[in-house]
């Protein structure tokens, strides 16, 4: 599965796998894609394809940061695919148009709209993987977006072929999260009844370490699980306890199909026990501790924002609007296994903000920000993907101390009441 954030004409892609770069550059970027200041995502978009025989069914889910009436998508949208063997490639192996037709090949999953296609396989048998570039043209207001996939196929992976679907059946659940009230199926496009086994964790991950920590890093630790079940294909199925679910075939799998199940305000954070915890990213170690060790949560956030802001109750509430906005998109963009604002690219974006620029291939996305203070031109920050059993899109931050002059007065602007969006 695929999730990703585009910014008006900032995306682009890179051709190689370079060594991660330092993070500040002071003469001008050596990518070639436009600069354009964007103060939040233009468009939200997810994929993800689906093993159908002879071809490969994708799932684009698009989010235009607008209302639009179902029956008025395909007047306003107009969306290309190009197949090519990598990134970087100039070869195409495929191209076409996608058929917008509400009700049969696009449909409405609340501020996302799902369209699906699908990409007949290369009659060359020796072509096992490739990428698809989706480019999204918003007609109405003349924007262009590119959406990539990596494409498998010949693949063994059974999250390739089963996904989790919502109640109908019709339209799989990109993002990685659902609600605990939700009723889904876990099928195929083959519809072929089958068990899988089911385990529920009730663990609770840690937030990500600052990106100026090079050393400290944390043991790997052994999950437990809570419970376990089976769960039969093309039946209703609710994951009523919050928590993480991973999804196997076989219990001597090693990667499955992993959901986090939340409540049913999530990506939003409401409740004042989980309020206090993304704090950690701007917090002083007593700060922390005491937002957290109050047995009354709401008093204890209200007092760390006053006290933050010097009892300015104004800059608190608008300290408070901003900072908790950003949760909530970093829940909505890059919840995983854990919820977004604790992976690293979550942690970046919540201090940081939306970054000016996109770089990514297969093995590594760099956020570029543009000048932040007059000794920097620019900052890099390199995500690189690593293997994981639970998510496809499993990022790690590559740290470094050269950080500090650039983190340290991000942290302190939000300390200081300086960031209201």
């Given amino acids: 599965m695929k999730y990703v954030f585009v910014f008006l004409g900032t995306l682009s892609l890179l051709a190689g796998c370079a060594p991660a770069r330092r993070p500040v550059a002071n003469g001008p970027s050596s990518a070639s894609a436009p600069v354009q200041r964007s103060e939040g995502p233009a468009l939200v978009a997810r994929s993800k394809f689906l093993d159908n025989g002879t071809s490969l069914r994708v799932y684009l889910s698009i989010d235009p940061g607008r209302e639009v009436v179902l029956e008025d998508f395909p007047s306003q949208f107009a969306i290309n695919y190009t197949v090519a063997p990598e990134y970087g490639s100039r070869a195409v192996l495929q191209s076409g148009g996608v058929s917008l037709k509400p009700g049969e090949t696009l449909f409405r999953q609340g501020s996302f709209y799902t369209v699906f296609f699908d990409v007949p396989k290369p009659a060359n048998k020796d072509i096992f993987t490739a990428v698809l570039l989706a480019d999204i043209n918003d007609l109405t207001i003349n924007r262009r977006s590119q959406q990539d996939l990596s494409l498998r196929f010949h693949s063994g992976k059974f999250s390739d072929f089963f996904a989790i679907f919502d109640q109908t059946g019709r339209v799989p659940r990109l993002q990685n999260y659902v609600a605990a009230v939700d009723t889904l199926q876990l099928r195929s496009l083959a519809g072929k009844d089958t068990t899988f086994r089911a385990f529920h964790y009730g663990y609770e991950f840690e937030a990500a370490l600052s990106p100026t920590n090079t050393e400290l890093r944390r043991p790997t630790r052994q999950l437990f699980t809570d419970s376990a079940f089976s769960v039969r294909t093309n039946s209703p199925l609710r994951l009523s306890r919050e928590g993480l679910y991973f999804f196997v075939r076989d219990t001597t799998e090693t990667f499955g199909i992993c959901l986090l199940s939340v409540d049913d305000r999530y990506p939003r954070v409401t409740r004042p026990e989980k309020l206090t915890k993304p704090l950690i990213y701007m917090s002083t170690n007593q700060e922390y501790a005491d937002a957290n060790a109050s047995k009354e949560a709401k008093k204890a956030l209200d007092r760390y924002w006053i006290n933050l802001t010097s009892g300015n109750q104004q800059t608190a509430k608008r300290s408070i609007r901003a900072f908790y906005r950003r949760v909530e998109q970093a829940n909505r963009l890059f919840t995983t296994y854990k919820e977004g604002w604790k992976t690293d690219k979550g942690m970046v974006y919540l201090i940081m903000g939306p970054p000016n620029r996109v770089q990514r291939n297969k093995d590594k996305e760099v956020w570029v920000y543009n000048r932040r203070s007059a000794q920097f031109s620019e900052i890099n920050f390199t ?23 650039i983190w340290y007065p991000a942290v302190e602007a939000w300390r200081n009441g300086e960031v209201d969006q």
């Fill in 383 to 405: 995500f690189n993907k690593r293997a994981n059993q639970f998510v496809d899109d499993h990022y790690e931050l590559s740290r470094f101390v050269e950080f500090q002059p």
